[in-house]
């Protein structure tokens, strides 16, 4: 089964920053970015996904039935996935971000080129139904 690595590089007020790693092995290569909200006692809707193990799930989301990896099992908590997002707290309801770049956008901390993110992570996975995803904290 394929393998990610998110980890988590940073976290603030504005979010929780992460490295999404093409793992494990030799092959260990950074990809992407993750943007999530910050930490809150794993809350829906408002805290990021607890540090774990998990395995994401190719599903359809949405009234327009576009296709998402969900991550399943997340404690108390429903419809966590991947996704398009640039700024934490305006983009996420608990779930990851994926970019290319962190940078400001306006007075918010993001992460930017996330279509292209979402691509990438994506072709990676190679359409796969599932992956296994680790989350490790590295703060």
């Known amino acids: 089964?394929?393998?990610?690595?998110?980890?988590?590089?940073?976290?603030?007020?504005?979010?929780?920053?992460?490295?999404?790693?093409?793992?494990?092995g030799s092959r260990?290569?950074?990809?992407?970015?993750?943007?999530?909200?910050?930490?809150?006692d794993n809350q829906n809707n408002i805290?990021?996904?607890?540090?774990?193990?998990?395995?994401?799930?190719?599903k359809k989301r949405g009234s327009n039935k576009k296709l998402a990896y969900f991550i399943d099992n997340v404690?108390?908590?429903k419809d966590c996935l991947f996704h398009v997002a640039n700024i934490p707290h305006k983009d996420l309801k608990g779930c990851i971000g994926i970019g290319e770049q962190f940078?400001?956008?306006?007075?918010?901390?993001a992460v930017l080129l996330s279509r292209k993110g979402v691509k990438e992570f994506m072709t990676r996975i190679g359409g796969a139904e599932l992956f296994r995803l680790t989350i490790k904290e590295c703060l």
């Open 47 to 58: 805290s990021c996904i607890p540090a774990g193990e998990y395995v994401c799930r190719l």
């Open 1 to 24: 089964m394929k393998e990610l690595l998110l980890k988590r590089v940073a976290q603030n007020i504005e979010g929780t920053w992460g490295v999404l790693i093409d793992y494990p």
């Open 28 to 40: 260990n290569i950074p990809f992407a970015l993750t943007a999530e909200l910050p930490w809150k």
């Open 103 to 109: 940078e400001y956008l306006g007075n918010s901390q």
């Open 75 to 77: 404690p108390g908590r």
